[in-house]
């Protein structure tokens, strides 16, 4: 069955660097583009990443432009998210999702997702 | 910066019929921006309900529905049960890889 396992999450703080991972089982990995979500505590949902089956795309939300960087490896069936500059709002919840090849822009799986906390 | 609407709180009685909608700040209509949608409880993952407007995810029940009303797309709830008391958003696609979540609509049924 499919299955999404994010790992990484940690107490950081402001201004630091940090992680998060996501590995993937259960599909063909390469096949998929992959998504970032988090959750901040008691708020809603944000898009945060996306990056194409094959790694050529990455797109971002403008709130972590410039200092989130989504990456994958095929090969280890695992995708990234290098988080730098952190500040106390990206205090959330990573969820990584996959998302159907075919332009179908939705999320059909995700993960129980990381708890990253930005605080001195 | 786009931002998508949703009404933040509904309720419905058991056995009702209820619609939230999804509105993107530029007045553009949603139907063109694939609108999908995602049920979540409390401490849980979020689960996904519909998707490109109007097509069932795998194991939804047929009571949650997804359509185009005006220029906002819309979850409709046919007969609410209580397991359906939850926070429900809508994931619009922008274009250029971009993607946005509304709000949020926390629905109580009682």
């Known amino acids: 069955q499919v299955q999404l396992v994010e790992s990484g999450g940690d107490v950081v703080q402001p201004g630091r660097s940090l992680r998060v991972s996501c590995a993937a089982s259960g599909f063909t990995f390469s096949y998929y583009e992959v998504h970032w979500v988090r959750q901040a505590p008691g708020k809603g949902l944000e898009w945060v990443a996306v990056i194409s089956h094959d790694g050529t795309y990455k797109y971002y939300a403008e709130s972590v432009k410039g200092r989130f960087t989504i990456s994958r490896d095929n090969s280890k069936n695992t995708l990234f998210l290098q988080m730098s500059g952190l500040r106390p709002e990206d205090t959330a919840v990573y969820y990584c999702?996959?998302?159907?090849?075919?332009?179908?822009?939705?999320?059909?799986?995700w993960g129980q997702g990381t708890l990253v906390t930005v605080s001195s | 910066q786009t931002v998508v609407t949703q009404e933040p709180s509904l309720s419905v009685s058991p056995g009702e019929t209820v619609t939230l909608t999804c509105a993107l700040s530029?007045?553009?209509?949603?139907?063109?921006?694939?609108p999908s949608w995602y049920q979540q409880t409390p401490g849980r993952t979020p689960r996904t309900l519909i998707y490109s407007t109007n097509i069932r995810a795998s194991g939804v029940p047929d009571r949650f529905s997804g359509s185009i009303l005006g220029s906002k797309a819309a979850l409709t709830i046919t007969g609410a049960q209580p397991d359906d008391e939850s926070s429900y958003y809508c994931?619009?696609?922008?274009?250029?890889?971009?993607?946005?979540f509304g709000g949020g609509t926390r629905l109580t049924v009682l």
């Open positions: 994931l619009l696609y922008l274009g250029s890889g971009i993607s946005v």
């Open positions: 530029s007045g553009s209509g949603s139907t063109n921006f694939s």
């Open positions: 999702a996959r998302g159907p090849p075919g332009k179908k822009y939705f999320l059909d799986y």
